[in-house]
């Protein structure tokens, strides 16, 4: 498939899980892509390398979404090596889970500032782009938790569920220029995210999915894909769940 030839794509947290999956995807679509990561640059190094070996084209950039002026100057610097910049997938992400009563300010506020404020940071910048343009794509990454909640996770989920709120301030105020903002909602992907979680949880987790398994990253990848596309023109504003059946009422 070749929706994405010509398109300039930014992926943030590319390095691995869900970001590189979609990284690949893109390429494999025809977009370039900047593959951003924080600190693993051997990780972005190899995802660059995979899209370089299949004939496509792509540059790795080194930025903490959460630092203002740097997530800027990611966005531009994007811009400029790409030559434009047609979508962009807010997709970094942190998870620093425990029970309410015992969150620290630097849990909360570490996840907040990566998973929402980073995404404004970039999105802030990107919009100016693609006004000018009066054309692109936003796609947040954001969690069913951000739509149901869930116990020992206060800061993912508020910064998820403000994530969804941003998408859709954004999509009004972006859709008369020709820019779509939409959020996809994933359930449990295979990461090294949900790894970590001990296995009863994951078993657990596993009896609430319609479908009866974990996801994969390229399940999220397809959907980034669809809407980065012009098969998604019509759509903005949108939160759709990519989770196996697990929330739907
Ligand atoms: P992951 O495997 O832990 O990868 C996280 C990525 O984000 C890495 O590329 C990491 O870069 C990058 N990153 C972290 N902090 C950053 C920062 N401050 N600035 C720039 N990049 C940063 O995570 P994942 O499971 O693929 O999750 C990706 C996204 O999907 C996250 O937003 C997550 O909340 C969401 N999500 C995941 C699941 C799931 O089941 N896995 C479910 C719902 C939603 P380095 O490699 O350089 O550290």
Redesign the pocket.
């Known amino acids: 498939m070749t929706r994405l030839q010509g398109r300039c794509a930014l992926v ?9 999956a979609i990284a690949l995807r893109l390429a494999a679509e025809g977009a370039s892509v900047a593959v ?6 051997d ?2 190094a190899e995802i660059v390398r995979r899209i370089e070996s299949a004939g496509g084209h792509a540059i790795a950039l ?6 203002s002026k740097a997530a800027t100057a990611l966005v531009a610097d994007a811009t400029s090596h790409l030559g434009s910049l047609d979508v962009l997938v ?6 620093r889970d425990g029970l309410l009563v015992r969150m620290s300010d630097d849990d909360w506020g570490a996840v907040i ?3 929402l404020t ?1 995404a404004f940071h970039t999105t802030r910048a990107a919009a100016k782009v693609m006004m000018k343009a009066r054309s692109g794509s936003i796609i947040n ?5 951000g739509l149901t909640g869930n116990a020992g996770q206060a800061n ?1 989920a508020a910064a ?1 569920a403000g994530l969804i709120g941003l998408t859709k301030a954004v999509a009004r105020e972006l859709a008369s220029r020709n820019v779509r903002a939409n959020a996809l ?10 790894d970590t979680l001990p296995e009863a949880v994951r078993d657990g987790a596993r009896g609430l999915i319609a479908m009866g398994r ?2 994969s ?1 390229e399940d ?1 990848a397809a959907a980034v894909a669809f809407l980065a596309s012009d098969d998604a023109s019509y759509i903005t504003g949108q939160v759709i769940a990519v989770d196996g059946g697990m929330t739907f009422a």
């Open positions: 943030t947290g590319a390095s691995r899980g869900i970001g590189a951003n990561y924080a600190g693993r640059a990780a972005a080194q930025a903490d979404v959460s630092d807010n997709n970094a992400g942190i998870t500032d990566t998973n980073g990454i954001a969690s069913v938790v993912y998820k909602a994933p359930g449990f992907i295979t990461t090294e995210m949900t974990f996801g990253t999220i």
